[in-house]
């Protein structure tokens, strides 16, 4: 029968696969978390244009990422589509990764600005070349609804112990390195090298992975890009996730001000605070495959997605006094961190799966480069909304080793913006989740449909 489930992918295939998110998950998490923090606190630029500084790059995506995905599309190889751009991705973005803070002696903060946007953009140019045929992958790997939900849920695995590793290990390694500009050196250099022997593991681990070949089509690619965008399960998905990025990228460049100058935290105290967050994203994430079983991906996508922003609202109160009850706090975060991480990414093949099951066409890529893109530009929003925020409540950028007490309208602007703000993107996030009605269901039907008229 056509409804019939495919056979599961092997083992060895899923943590093959799923690999790729440890160096991937590495590098979204240490600039996310260190670069704004970098540039306000050791280079000496002002915080709103150190924002500025790691928005540009990841706006850069917004074209790229499409394009990426056209080609990936378009590419025919005996590797498949996607596997000839995770091997260019591999070497290129950890030499970039390890560049990006290794910033030189300037004298003017303004030319370590510009050294550190131009050290993003090759970064990111990396990452896109990995990552948008990497995402593309899942969909043409199986048709199954829920072997893709047990594919992302390898993936998220990998890549939450991939930004556990890099945002747990990051800060001990410039302690131990000396601090200042020498300790984020060294830093990158070595999560680099990790995330180097990782993405290239990905690549070859899944060289037996199955894929689809080229599509013919005479659609230009604006054409393809148009008829990909009426598809409302997708457009649906996007509009839901995309504030939530806004919001986790806001909490995550927010959160070494926060630690510094709210709780007065060593370094070794944001470690604690970021394993608090990303252990429990990797003991929940099983948990949440299971009652996705039960709630369906909308039903747990949406618990998850309100249990964060009411969790990192009561961030607000959080005080040097009662640092045990913030650390369940932030354990609690870091549970919902799980679900919203595992549910938007197996949804995405599902909204592929429409377009594939209406058009006839496999148009992975192209949907996949959209959604990079926008996950892409929510994360490099939050940290530009982040830089906007202490910019406007007056904080004051400083150089490495110098010491000054913040003014109390910045450490307000740190709470609002580490707790307050992205609770509010995450709420207004889920009047649009709850439109989206992609069931397993209406999903089973629609390619049992497609492969009647074949």
């Not at 990797?282 to 039960?294: A, D, E, N, T």
């Amino acid at each position: 029968m056509g409804t019939e489930r495919p056979p599961a992918l092997s083992l060895s295939i899923r943590l093959s696969y799923g690999l790729g998110s440890l160096g991937t998950g590495m590098f979204s998490a240490v600039p996310g978390l260190l670069l704004l923090y970098f540039m306000t606190d050791t280079l000496g630029i002002a915080p709103a244009l150190a924002g500025l500084g790691v928005f540009l790059p990841k706006f850069w995506d917004v074209i790229t990422d499409p394009v990426m995905g056209n080609l990936s599309d378009r590419t025919r190889h005996p590797w498949g589509r996607r596997r000839p751009y995770l091997l260019a991705g591999s070497l290129s973005l950890p030499l970039f990764f390890a560049l990006l803070f290794a910033v030189p002696e300037f004298s003017s903060p303004i030319h370590g600005f510009a050294y550190v946007v131009v050290a993003f953009i090759l970064a990111a140019t990396g990452f896109t070349l990995f990552q948008v045929p990497y995402i593309a992958m899942p969909a043409e790997m199986t048709p199954d609804y829920r072997e893709r939900t047990t594919i992302m849920g390898f993936r998220m695995v990998f890549m939450t112990a991939g930004i556990l590793l890099a945002g747990g290990e990051a800060p001990l390694i410039i302690d131990l390195a000396g601090g200042g500009r020498t300790g984020y050196a060294v830093m990158s250099s070595s999560l680099a090298a990790v995330c180097l022997a990782a993405m290239l593991l990905s690549f070859k681990g899944t060289a037996k992975a199955p894929f689809l070949d080229r599509v013919e089509t005479a659609m230009p690619f604006r054409e393809q890009f148009k008829v990909a965008l009426r598809n409302k399960p997708f457009l649906l998905l996007v509009a839901g996730f995309f504030p939530q990025q806004i919001g986790v990228g806001c909490t995550l460049a927010m959160l070494p001000f926060y630690m510094k100058y709210i709780l007065g935290g060593s370094q070794a105290q944001l470690t604690v605070m970021f394993l608090c967050l990303m252990l429990p994203a990797i003991f929940f994430m099983p948990l949440w495959v299971r009652l996705s079983r039960r709630l369906g991906k909308l039903g747990s996508y949406l618990l998850s997605s309100l249990l964060f922003g009411l969790a990192v609202a009561s961030m607000y109160f959080g005080s040097n006094e009662r640092t045990g009850i913030l650390y369940f706090q932030m354990i609690v975060v870091g549970t919902a961190y799980a679900g919203i991480q595992l549910f938007p990414f197996s949804m995405l093949p599902d909204t592929i799966e429409v377009d594939a099951a209406n058009s006839g066409l496999r148009r992975e890529g192209i949907f996949t480069g959209v959604w990079t893109a926008q996950e892409k530009t929510g994360m490099a929003l939050g940290a530009l909304l982040a830089g906007a925020v202490l910019d406007w409540s007056g904080f004051v950028e400083t150089v490495a080793g110098q010491k000054f007490d913040q003014p109390p309208s910045a450490l307000g602007g740190i709470l609002v913006g580490f707790a307050l703000v992205p609770a509010l993107l995450f709420i207004l996030s889920l009047p649009v989740i709850r439109r989206y009605d992609l069931s397993e269901e209406r999903l089973r039907r629609l390619q049992a449909v497609t492969l009647k008229n074949k």
